[in-house]
């Protein structure tokens, strides 16, 4: 179901409201994921097929890579208290290469 939700956000060029904008059900077969649509209540682009969506995999495989990097991003930052630390203590140049060498170390793919 993952991945029909990133061609789904691929195919707005949002993230929608998963709850209340569009209901995703997987009625598993036999052990095999079969994730569909439930109901489509977007008002800005109608319901796709899955053709249409299946147009988006690529995209939509670049956002949930991207997603990952900036997890890694955050968690490797530390929590702002960490930051404002680090800041106090070794100076804005020391700051900005440390945050620059922790987007190198996890680089988001190109949008």
Do not use: C, H
């Not at 299946?54 to 670049?62: L, V």
């Not at 960490?82 to 020391?94: A, H, I, M, P, R």
């Amino acid at each position: 179901m993952d991945n029909l939700s990133y061609k789904i956000i691929a195919y707005l060029g949002r993230t929608p409201d998963f709850n209340v904008e569009i209901k995703l059900v997987d009625d598993m077969v036999n052990n095999i994921s079969n994730p569909y649509i439930k109901e489509w209540n977007a008002t800005d682009k109608p319901k796709p097929t899955d053709e249409e969506l299946n147009n988006f995999s690529t995209e939509a495989q670049k956002i949930k890579n991207n997603q990952t990097v900036l997890f890694n991003r955050r968690k490797e930052y530390g929590s702002v208290e960490t930051q404002l630390e680090f800041l106090v203590e070794n100076g804005v140049d020391s700051f900005i290469t440390r945050q620059n060498a922790i987007k190198t170390k996890y680089p988001k793919e190109s949008e």
